[in-house]
């Protein structure tokens, strides 16, 4: 279900026409920001730490500093995000849970 969540974030990441400024900031491959969505997801859930294992503590802010990052492009990752989720066949109250700390880690990666 990770795999569906991240793949589908990133495909609509890179169809939305609102999510056209989130979606200049990455590479125009997206694999490689998959593949890292992934690892940090699998441990920040609980999961397998992937990406500690792979690349060390994320230290999230420090890594998205180089990136201008406001609140469009906080509210266009957020619409890419909850858009995957509302696909996912998970319950809401898990939903929600999900929603609110993407949405307070989102607003933490804001710089500008």
């Known amino acids: 279900m990770l795999l569906r969540l991240v793949d589908r974030f990133y495909e609509l990441m890179d169809h939305l026409p609102e999510a056209t400024e ?4 990455h590479a125009p491959d997206l694999g490689e920001a998959r593949n890292k969505l992934f690892m940090f ?4 859930l ?33 619409l890419c995000m909850t858009r995957a989720l509302d696909e996912l066949e998970i319950n809401n109250e898990l939903k929600e849970e999900l929603t609110a700390a993407f949405y307070k880690t989102a607003d933490f990666m804001r710089n500008r």
């Open 41 to 44: 997801l699998s441990g920040w």
């Open 22 to 25: 989130v979606r200049q900031l």
């Open 46 to 78: 609980g999961g397998p730490p992937l990406y500690i294992e792979k690349y060390g503590h994320p230290r999230l802010r420090q890594r998205h500093m180089p990136f201008p990052i406001g609140e469009a492009e906080r509210d266009q990752w957020m």
